[in-house]
C-alpha cells in the first residue's frame, strides 16, 4: 500500500516561517490534503488539493506538490499555529495518512 | 450551524460491539458521504471506510470489512458506525468526517470533535 511519511515534530521561532513536509512516491502525482488538529478539537481542513486553502484559512498558510514531496508552508506562525498537522492522499480509493507532525512555536 | 457532532466517550468489555453517532446540521445531508476514522493511542490516523449518503452505497477497508457497519438515519440526519467483536487495540478515538460525493477523491471538509472509545476488561 502507498504510504506517506512526515516528521514527527518542526519547531518555528515567533513570526518566522515553517514547513512541514509529507513524502510519498511520486506524490506529486497525487492530490494531497492538509489538517490541523489541536488538543481536544476537531480536525481541520486547511489545504485541500495540494495548494487551495477553504474558506476561512489565512493566506500565510500555502502548500505545494511536486515529485516526492508536499510541502506545508505556515508564514508568519503564531503561537494559535501550534498543532498536529497531517497530510492526506488517496490511493486506490483508500486514504492515507501522514503519521502528524507536532508544530511547536517558540 | 455547519457541523458534525459525535456521540459521547464509551467503555467496552473485550468482544463486545459499541455503536458512535455523528450528528450533522447545518448542510443538505444527502448529498454528502460520511467518512470514519480512527487514531490508536501512538498510531497514525486509520481510514475505516464511509458510506455515501446520496444512495447508502459503502465502501470499507480492509482492515475492518468483517467487524464494521455504517448506516445512517436521513430523517435524524445522522450516521453510525458500529464495530463489533472489540479488542483492547480498537481503543481509539474515532472521528466522523465529511466529503462530497462521490466519495474516495477528494478533501474531508468537516469533521466531528471524536469519539473515544476504550476497550478494556
Known amino acids: 500500500s502507498y504510504e506517506v511519511t512526515q516528521p514527527l515534530s518542526v519547531s518555528v521561532a515567533l513570526g518566522q516561517t515553517a514547513s512541514i513536509t509529507c513524502g510519498g512516491n511520486n506524490i506529486g502525482s497525487k492530490s494531497v490534503h492538509w489538517y490541523q488538529r489541536k488538543p481536544g478539537q476537531a480536525p481541520v481542513l486547511v489545504i485541500y488539493?495540494?495548494?487551495n486553502r477553504p474558506s476561512g484559512i489565512p493566506e500565510r498558510i500555502s502548500g505545494f506538490n511536486s515529485g516526492n514531496t508536499a510541502t506545508l508552508t505556515i508564514s508568519g506562525a503564531q503561537a494559535g499555529d501550534e498543532a498536529d498537522y497531517f497530510c492526506?492522499?488517496?490511493?486506490?480509493?483508500?486514504?492515507?495518512f501522514g503519521g502528524g507532525t507536532k508544530l511547536t512555536v517558540l | 450551524q455547519v457541523q458534525l457532532v459525535q456521540s459521547g466517550a464509551e467503555v467496552k468489555q473485550p468482544g463486545a460491539s459499541v455503536k458512535v453517532s455523528c450528528m450533522t446540521s447545518g448542510y443538505p445531508f444527502t448529498i454528502y458521504a460520511m467518512h470514519w476514522v480512527r487514531q490508536a493511542p501512538g498510531q497514525r490516523l486509520e481510514w475505516m471506510g464511509w458510506?455515501?449518503?446520496?444512495?447508502?452505497?459503502?465502501k470499507y477497508s480492509q482492515n475492518f470489512h468483517d467487524r464494521v457497519t455504517f448506516t445512517m438515519d436521513t430523517s435524524a440526519r445522522t450516521a453510525y458506525m458500529e464495530l463489533r467483536s472489540l479488542t483492547p487495540e480498537d481503543t481509539a478515538v474515532y472521528y466522523c468526517?465529511?466529503?462530497?460525493?462521490?466519495?474516495?477523491?477528494?478533501?474531508?471538509?468537516?469533521w466531528g470533535q471524536g469519539t473515544n472509545v476504550n476497550v478494556s476488561s
Open positions: 458510506i455515501n449518503g446520496v444512495n447508502g452505497d459503502t
Open positions: 492526506q492522499v488517496w490511493d486506490s480509493r483508500t486514504a492515507m
Open positions: 468526517a465529511r466529503e462530497g460525493s462521490p466519495p474516495g477523491h477528494d478533501a474531508l471538509d468537516l
Open positions: 488539493r495540494d495548494k
